[in-house]
């Protein structure tokens, strides 16, 4: 089964900068869209990115995502952090059985 | 204003059933995929079920195929999950969430509150 492995924990201090890794078990990362989801404590998830490197309106640009095929991962970069930012972050993609795989999971701590 | 509004969960013996409901209003129903996610608690995210906008298609994740049903009844403008034969893992705040397409090929754009399902004796 496709899985996404995230690093458990990160945490930065604020005003500085995040990356959050999503690396595919296998295949390639690149052949579909990676999105990612915020959920603040207590709270159902939000989009800050989808289609790898898409903002939804409302979303400011210091939410940003990519892709890198050589390590078959996608990242979140969370630049300028602000103490709101403190949450759990999630990428998700799918592959030809499951519609949608979810990663593990990822506490961003503003120090 | 998109909504999403889940009803249904509770406390439930093992081995017991459970039907949520998610009541959607702020957008044409039928035109778009919903899913189930779940989440148990201090848990990750967990993809459940999926259906289509006609209904006529279906997806399960492994960990619930055969025990749970996904259904929708676009006049009703409502989601549900039959849910049957439930273990104690399937423990979770179950959230509603709203696809991007008609079908399940995207991702989604808007999630309800969720709803408690507890399996204890």
């Known amino acids: 089964n496709f899985m996404l492995t995230q690093p458990h924990s990160v945490s930065e201090s604020p005003g500085k900068t995040v990356t959050i890794s999503c690396t595919g078990s296998?295949?390639?990362?690149?052949?579909?869209?990676v999105q990612w989801y915020q959920q603040r404590p207590g709270s159902a998830p939000t989009t800050v990115i989808y289609?790898?490197?898409?903002?939804p309106s409302g979303v400011p640009d210091r939410f940003s995502g990519s892709i890198d095929s050589s390590s078959n991962s996608a990242s979140l970069t969370i630049s300028g952090l602000k103490t709101e930012d403190e949450a759990d972050y999630y990428c998700?993609?799918?592959?030809?059985?499951?519609?949608?795989?979810f990663g593990t999971g990822t506490k961003v701590t503003v120090l | 204003e998109v909504q999403l509004v889940e009803s249904g969960g509770g406390l439930v013996q093992p081995g017991g059933s459970l039907r949520l409901s998610c009541a959607a209003s702020?957008?044409?129903?039928?035109?778009?995929?919903m899913s189930w996610v779940r989440q148990a608690p201090g848990k990750g995210l967990e993809w459940v079920s999926a259906?289509?906008?006609?209904?006529?298609?279906?997806y399960y994740a492994d960990s619930v195929k055969g025990r749970f049903t996904i259904s929708r009844d676009n006049s009703k403008n409502t989601l549900y999950l039959q849910m049957n034969s439930l273990r104690a893992e399937d423990t979770a705040v179950y959230y509603c969430?709203?696809?991007?397409?008609?079908?399940?090929?995207?991702?989604?754009?808007?999630w309800g509150q969720g709803t408690l399902v507890t399996v204890s004796s």
């Open positions: 969430a709203k696809e991007v397409w008609s079908d399940p090929l995207g991702y989604f754009d808007y």
């Open positions: 702020g957008f044409t129903f039928s035109s778009y995929a």
């Open positions: 259906i289509s906008g006609s209904g006529g298609s279906t």
């Open positions: 296998s295949g390639s990362i690149a052949s579909n869209y």
């Open positions: 289609e790898d490197n898409q903002r």
């Open positions: 998700q993609s799918y592959d030809s059985s499951t519609p949608y795989v």
